[in-house]
Structure formats: structure tokens, C-alpha cells
T-cell receptor
Framework: SQQGEEDPQALSIQEGENATMNCSYK?????LQWYRQNSGRGLVHLIL?????REKHSGRLRVTLDTSKKSSSLLITASRAADTASYFC???????????????FGEGTQLTVNP | GAVVSQHPSRVICKSGTSVKIECRSL??????MFWYRQFPKQSLMLMAT?????????EQGVEKDKFLINHASLTLSTLTVTSAHPEDSSFYIC???????????FGSGTRLTVV
């Protein structure tokens, strides 16, 4: 399967700063999701944005989606050291709503927030 | 929220032996589970889609005789790595679609090391 692309691959910032990660994809989607993964652990779902939505907020997270450009961004405001993790976008074609579909993950951004 | 329990979290096995990984949906029924593999510092790659009561669907390049998937009930899917070799060492993660919460839930992953 083709993977989406994320940039930057790695991002290092100071606590309190904002972090922006971008994701591009190639296929049609029903929704796009962002996940966080701490080193050696499973994935934690952060936020889902549907293809007919342009922006979504959840706490310190802000996600945008531009289906014409096939791109999305994740903004984490007022970052904390605990935000240090890898962040992945995943596109979902949602071919079957009752069972879900195969997600296609981006390459991920490794975020380091320095105290 | 929905929980997928994955066991074991870590396993070390000798080359040539088989290893079974279990994923259970604890508070919802999962007609479909997805199995992913992740190599260090890389993204998740879908290996196969596990369907309750029927054969799994494997992604191109994934050997179905090597990675045996069984989805015997609506809450349990297992992945057996047969005749494991060092190149099978990886992080294996399962996920399930929870239609009630309209989201995917991931297991915590299994770190497999073949020596």
C-alpha cells in the first residue's frame, strides 16, 4: 500500500511553543485520523476529521484538512514535555462502515519537546 | 472507551519456533481486526485483515502460510508467526473498528525478537 507523507520527519521545540505537523496523501478518503505513539507502545487515537470538514479542535489540538490539496495538518499548541512522541496521520477510505477499513499511515513525525 | 487487549507485550523466541499473539476486544464486538507490523523508526504497514468466521485477507507480499490469522469469535483474533526468523523481529499491532464509538482502537503492541 502507498504510504502518505509527513513532514517534518523530526521536530524539536521548547516547552510552550506550538508544533505543526503536515500530512499529504494520494487517494480518496472518507476521513483522516491522527495518532500518537510513545516509543515502543501502541497507538493512541487523537482526532478524526471527516472529508467534508475543514477544521477540527480538541483541547490543545487543531487539525485542518484540505481535500483539494490532499493534505492535513496537526497543530499542538502550548506544547509540553509529555507531548514528546511520534505522530502519525492515517487515511481511511471507509469502504465498509460496519467493519472499518484498512488505514494507510503516513511516515510519521517524531516530536521532541524540550523542558 | 473501547479497549483492545493485546498479549504478550514482549516475546523472545528461538529461530524456527512459532509465536502466537492474541488480541481481544474487551467491551465491544469486532467483526474485523487489522494486523499491522512496524519496523524501528518506520510507519505501520498493514499485514492482513482478519474477519470473524472467515479467512483473513492478506496484503500483497505477506505470506499467509507464515503469518496465520484466526478470528474464531467476535472478540478474539490471533496472529501466529510460524517458523520465525530474525527478520520477523518487529513490533506487531492489532486494531479493531468500534462502530459504536466510530473509531479504531489499537492494541498496545507486541515486540517480537527472534534470536
Amino acid at each position: 500500500s502507498q504510504q502518505g507523507e509527513e513532514d517534518p520527519q523530526a521536530l524539536s521545540i521548547q516547552e510552550g511553543e506550538n508544533a505543526t505537523m503536515n500530512c499529504s496523501y494520494k487517494t480518496s478518503i472518507n476521513n483522516l485520523q491522527w495518532y500518537r505513539q510513545n516509543s515502543g507502545r501502541g497507538l493512541v487515537h487523537l482526532i478524526l476529521i471527516r472529508s467534508n470538514e475543514r477544521e477540527k479542535h480538541s483541547g490543545r489540538l487543531r487539525v485542518t484538512l484540505d481535500t483539494s490539496k490532499k493534505s492535513s495538518s496537526l497543530l499542538i499548541t502550548a506544547s509540553r514535555a509529555a507531548d514528546t512522541a511520534s505522530y502519525f496521520c492515517a487515511t481511511d477510505p471507509m469502504l465498509e462502515e460496519t467493519s472499518g477499513s484498512r488505514l494507510t499511515f503516513g511516515e510519521g513525525t517524531q516530536l521532541t519537546v524540550n523542558p | 472507551g473501547a479497549v483492545v487487549s493485546q498479549h504478550p507485550s514482549r516475546v523472545i523466541c528461538k529461530s524456527g519456533t512459532s509465536v502466537k499473539i492474541e488480541c481481544r476486544s474487551l467491551d465491544f464486538q469486532a467483526t474485523t481486526m487489522f494486523w499491522y507490523r512496524q519496523f524501528p523508526k518506520q510507519s505501520l504497514m498493514l499485514m492482513a485483515t482478519s474477519n470473524e468466521g472467515s479467512k483473513a485477507t492478506y496484503e500483497q507480499g505477506v505470506e499467509k502460510d507464515k503469518f496465520l490469522i484466526n478470528h474464531a469469535s467476535l472478540t478474539l483474533s490471533t496472529l501466529t508467526v510460524t517458523s520465525a526468523h530474525p527478520e520477523d523481529s518487529s513490533f506487531y499491532i492489532c486494531s479493531a473498528w468500534d462502530i459504536t464509538n466510530y473509531g479504531y482502537t489499537f492494541g498496545s503492541g507486541t515486540r517480537l525478537t527472534v534470536v
